[in-house]
């Protein structure tokens, strides 16, 4: 065990699951979870902890089992460090987030739900995790899965902790359905406006050749780019019905190599920040996203701000990047997002300057099922302890010394 204090705020680095329950269940105070620290100024900004536990030491592979295809792991694994050892056996974790060359972890990645554009094909990352071990604030472990003890008990713990952002305690391990790497991948560009690209988007997601991903860029006027992977036959074999889809081969680029990576790095560049910008991530239903770039584009307008929209309409997930003084941006995020709202869909706060924060809520008003959400957390949180203020308004922190055990 490591400890390492920064300022007022310690940090401590178990290497083992022992070893964090046993710190947990010995401290008192809030706490902070981190594993690459990625996506530490996604949603609400938690309170100053009195502790910040890493995951940098609970990251070696646990299990591996080529011939059933699952992994056991740390969760302060490197997905990168992961997938270049499952590839030494044709395998791969099927999960592609542009967070990966920046050294995201497995843990970190299933606390923020972070995916890429393969989900389209594989699912989300809550639908490859088989088990999980989960470090509660008062050091009680608990193993999806397997044996249950009594705050846990009928929870399906894999589920639950996608997307939860640290808020119900430590992820120390996680076991994960792997899939065959394949063996040949190509991809086909065409521009499209952003009226075409939700309706062309379902209609390839419904078609039988089966895309692996399709994500749309307002670059060059807007273009979607359509992923098919699988046997080398099998993906040849897609190239004609495909770009009838997709309106015609003449207007259809196929992509494979160095320039099919190239395509989709400058694709996934719409998903992270510039300098000093501020990411906001809208989720609707699938084929929206012309509504979501009209709403945008209005917002922009009125406030006086610059924006980009990157999208994968076929999932319903839209990243838009704001630019300029703070209050305008504020005022921008807040029309979108009550457009967004009229759709059914919503708005949470990815990066962002700091100044930002005084200008709008990161995560915006409570969705229907928070009640369902905060009983979760009193059960297994009941003192508030782990990253309160990280969901905002969805999960009141209680002042020190208020316990929330009230159910």
Known sequence: MTLVNSTSVAVERPESVTEAADLLRGTDGPLLFRGAGTKQAWAGRPVEPALVVETGRLSSVLAYNPADMTVAVGAGMPLRDLQDLLGE???????????????????GLLGTGDSGPRRLRYGALRDLV?????????????????TVIKNVAGYDLPKLLYGSLGT??????????LHPRPAATATATVQVPVDEA????????????????????????????VRFEGTPAGVEGRRSAAGELLGGAAGVEWRTGADE????????????????????????LPGRTADVAWALSEAAEASGVRTALASRPALGLHTARFAGAPAAVGAAVTAWRERVLAMGGSVLLRDRPAAVDAEVDA????????GLLRSLHRRLDPHGRCAPGRLGSWLPHPAPGEDRDRS
Request: net charge negative.
């Open 261 to 284: 990576e190239t395509v989709w790095q400058r694709l996934a560049e719409g998903h992270r920040p510039e300098e000093e910008e501020t990411l906001a991530v809208a989720g609707t």
């Open 168 to 177: 119900l305690g430590l992820v120390a391990e996680v076991v994960l359905r």
């Open 363 to 370: 995560v915006g008003p409570p969705p229907s099922s928070v």
């Open 130 to 146: 088989i088990g999980v071990t989960l470090v509660l604030s008062d050091g009680t472990v608990a193993r999806g899965g397997g």
């Open 89 to 107: 056996k044709g395998q791969w974790l099927a999960l592609d987030p542009s967070t990966e060359s920046a050294g995201a972890t497995v843990g």
């Open 198 to 225: 939700g309706e062309l988007a379902l209609r390839l997601a419904a078609s039988p050749l089966e895309p692996a991903a399709v994500d749309w860029g307002d670059v060059d006027g807007g273009l979607l780019a």
